[in-house]
């Protein structure tokens, strides 16, 4: 397996070993060892929910996250392509509102590993998306938070100016207008 560092400490972009001949391919997407020797602590935060979403091309999905009880996402694209990304939310982190980001596609076979305490998003690129997330904890609703997409003070370079949202993204505050104590801290292991 390739791995890929990002600027983000601990945001990985993974390229699985892909075995294919005429027939079609076959790699593995998930591995608790070989992971866990990569840095993603299988063991530690283990997957607990996986996820699958279809989307459109434009739909832009987050920016999302959980405090408390955030959520590790391991995601891939099954069919289509997305441009993918990570924001560290964490204050007081040093890459606080840094934002990263990767082409996930069928294609391509990357997997993006956005690490508990980061928000998380995506677009659709292609003509659809079928998406699949691997989550380290529960969906929690009453711990939800969003992120406005397109927020200044991140400057994410999104490759639609125009996406379709949801009127809860679109409704979403900037990242210096979440309330007091809804963002995660960032602890120095």
Not at 2 to 16: A, H
Not at 121 to 135: I, P, Q, R
Not at 151 to 163: S, T
Request: net charge negative; proline share 8%; with cysteine.
């Amino acid at each position: 397996m390739n791995v890929l560092e990002t600027d983000l400490p601990g945001v990985l972009i993974l390229e699985p070993r892909v075995f294919g001949d005429d027939r079609g391919f076959f790699m593995e997407t998930w591995n608790g060892r070989r992971y866990e020797d990569l840095g993603i602590p299988a063991a530690e935060l283990g997957f607990v929910q996986d996820n699958l979403s279809f989307s459109a091309h434009g739909v832009l999905r987050g920016l999302h996250f959980q405090n408390p009880q955030p959520q590790g996402k391991l995601v891939s694209v099954l069919r289509g392509e997305v441009f993918d990304v990570a924001v560290d939310i964490r204050t007081g982190s040093p890459t606080f509102g840094r934002w990263t980001g990767v082409t996930l596609s069928a294609e391509n076979k990357r997997q993006f590993w956005v690490p508990p305490d980061f928000a998380h998003g995506f677009v659709v690129t292609g003509e659809d998306a079928l998406f699949s997330y691997k989550c380290t904890d529960y969906y929690a609703p009453e711990h939800d938070g969003s992120i406005l997409w397109n927020d200044p003070e991140i400057g994410i370079e999104w490759p639609i100016e125009a996406p379709t949202l949801s009127g809860k993204d679109a409704a979403a505050p900037p990242l210096a207008g979440m309330p007091e104590g809804s963002l995660p801290v960032y602890r120095a292991d």
